[in-house]
DNA sequence: GTAGGGTTAG
């Protein structure tokens, strides 16, 4: 017999005479001298602690064991299920299933495994219970395999444990993969099936609803909810007021608020960002200010978060300055500037030139332990490639490469402008084949982008082209691709092509900007088109546009 | 301890 079989057949039998603990500190030490452990080794020691119902140590040792903590990763954990459950073993087999079930999941290894366990357990006729159901579910919805998920619900929902989680789970995959419809069904297939839906079940629907613009769906759910007695909590009110303010519904955003407060659902941390995010993106400091002083009157403490919602603010209004005390004063509450903290700081100095300032806090960054991302480096091209510093450009590039961040859609699009601007429509379009070439896809930015560069250079064709791309690619253009367009349009004095360019986009409902209309005017009048021009400064004037003063007729 | 809300770049 070799030494090592002999150790640890010795080391099992000892096992097999000690109580739990005394075996686990057994195992735990003999995994230190390199034995190869077997099954039953294994085996014995979770037996132990599912023999005497401790199990959440058996849990804790098989989340050990999975993770390759305790013995050689191979060691599966399914290979090891026969040993437990077979019919020689005292073990509850519906139990060991749950248990190790339950330390897959908390392991996070691949929810395959835990759905095979689950489908095992079934077929040999144990109940799953609700718990355990839900924390795959859980899994798989997080896994994006919401098909999956669903398909797993329907097919079992008659022999697991289910309960309020599991359709909450099931909604909010609903929403998350876009299929509010379902959403709704899952909520009344919860009342058919006889489970009273709660706060959380309405408040992740209602979340479903508003990040999809359905307000309207949303409001009636609310008043549903309250029909049938349920009282609305600070999530529920969170999740409809952030839904207004993100589609700028900003009265019934503040007056949701107020009624809030009004009704004793005190607003926490997270509305307080909400509302506080409002007024910063309205410019309305002041207002901040004051809500942030209440937050704290009323004992709310606020996070890293709130600093950086006030602090993009202030940048926003070039006011780095006092953005930059307020980095300092976060960091006097105890609080580290996160990332996003330094991204928008250098996002700020980067808008009022002040570039030396943002490469100094891109250094400081780095120092501080927190690493650059995407964002970081698209925030520091932007800046480069619209001042002095253009030189710097791809040196950037080359750095956020070197360290093994690939460039974004953004950053393509930002490399794209800068070409542009510098009049190399070639290079902009050699980025654009070369975004073509990893799995990014152009967007109505990237297109906006182009095609004023080939406006700028007086290349109506070549901008046309990327128009029509667009339709062919099924991308909506906007506003501003229209007025570019038009503004090309007007400057090579082709007043029918601009005219029908404002006609268009007016029919699908966009503002063409003062400029489209006081050049596009001025030219059909070069023309002597003044029938046209007439009609068109008409229409100017009935949407409430001011002409300019150049502009006579 | 199994379900719900807030912040950055073109």
Redesign the pocket.
């Known amino acids: 017999m070799s030494e090592t079989k002999h150790q640890l057949l010795t080391l099992l039998s000892r096992m097999l005479k000690s109580p739990p603990q005394k075996a686990l500190s057994l195992f735990t030490s003999s995994a230190h001298q390199n034995l190869y452990h077997t099954h039953e080794s294994v085996s014995i020691i979770i037996g132990h602690f599912l023999s005497l119902n401790m199990l959440?140590q058996a849990e804790s040792f098989i989340v050990r064991l999975l993770s390759g903590k305790i013995t050689s990763p191979s060691f599966t954990i399914i290979s090891l299920l026969p040993y437990l459950t077979n019919t020689s073993n005292c073990y509850d087999a519906g139990r060991v299933y749950e248990t190790i079930i339950?330390a897959h999941?908390?392991a996070q290894l691949p929810v395959e495994g835990a759905l095979l366990l689950v489908n095992e357990m079934i077929d040999r006729g144990f109940v799953p219970s609700?718990?355990l159901f839900?924390?795959v579910l859980?899994c798989l919805v997080k896994e994006c395999d919401f098909e999956k998920a669903w398909w797993i619900f329907e097919r079992n929902k008659g022999r697991v444990g289910l309960?309020?989680?599991?359709?909450?789970?099931l909604i909010?995959g609903c929403c998350e993969n876009d299929n509010l419809k379902r959403g709704f069904e899952v909520l009344s297939e919860m009342d058919r099936m006889g489970f009273s839906p709660?706060?959380?079940?309405y408040?992740?629907l209602m979340?479903g609803c508003c990040k999809k613009g359905e307000f309207e769906k949303a409001k009636r759910l609310f008043f549903e909810m309250e029909e049938i007695g349920l009282v609305a909590?600070?999530?529920?009110?969170?999740?409809l007021i952030?839904g207004f303010f993100?589609k700028g519904l900003r009265k019934d955003g503040f007056e949701l608020f107020e009624r809030m407060k009004r009704e004793g659902a005190l607003?926490?941390?997270?509305?307080y960002?909400?509302v506080l995010?409002a007024y910063c993106?309205d410019g309305e400091m002041r207002k901040a200010f004051q809500l942030f002083d209440e937050m704290r009157q009323r004992g709310v403490t606020?996070?890293?978060?709130?600093?950086?919602?006030l602090i993009?603010g202030l940048c926003?209004q070039r006011n780095v300055g006092e953005a930059k005390k307020l980095v300092s004063e976060m960091k006097s509450c105890g609080l580290s500037p996160?990332?996003?903290?330094?991204?928008?700081l250098m996002?700020g100095y980067c808008?009022v030139g002040m570039m030396d300032k943002a490469f100094y806090l891109y250094n400081e960054l780095k120092s501080s332990g927190l690493s650059p991302?995407?964002?970081?480096y698209?925030?520091l091209i932007?800046g480069c490639s619209r001042s002095e510093n253009s030189y710097q450009v791809l040196d950037f590039v080359r750095e956020m490469e070197e360290r093994g961040i690939s460039p974004?859609?953004?950053?393509?699009?930002?490399l794209m402008?800068f070409f542009a601007r510098c009049n190399d429509m070639e290079k902009a379009l050699q980025v654009l084949s070369y975004m073509k070439r990893t799995d990014l896809v152009?967007?109505?930015?990237?297109y906006s982008?182009l095609i004023r560069g080939w406006c700028d250079e007086g290349n109506m064709m070549e901008a046309l082209k990327l128009f029509e791309i667009m339709g062919e690619m099924e991308l909506e253009p906007n506003d501003v691709i229209y007025n570019t367009l038009i503004h090309g349009y007007c400057r090579e004095g082709s007043s029918y092509k601009a005219l029908k360019l404002l006609r268009e986009m007016a029919g699908k409902g966009m503002m063409p900007n003062v400029a489209s209309y006081n050049m596009t005017i001025q030219v059909l009048k070069g023309d002597g088109k003044q029938e046209d021009a007439q009609n068109l400064l008409a229409g100017m004037l009935k949407s409430g546009l001011k002409p300019s003063n150049t502009l006579s007729l």
């Not at 607003?267 to 509305?271: C, E, I, K, Q, Y």
């Not at 991302?373 to 970081?376: D, E, G, N, P």
Request: charged share 15%.
């Open positions: 959440s339950s999941v908390k609700a718990i839900n924390s859980k309960d309020a989680y599991t359709f909450g789970i909010k709660n706060v959380v079940v408040t992740t979340d909590n600070q999530y529920t009110y969170t999740v952030n993100k607003p926490d941390l997270h509305t960002n909400c995010n993106n606020c996070n890293v978060v709130t600093y950086n919602i993009e926003k996160s990332i996003i903290t330094y991204n928008l996002d808008r991302t995407v964002i970081t698209n925030v932007t974004s859609k953004v950053t393509y699009t930002i402008d152009a967007d109505v930015y990237t982008v």
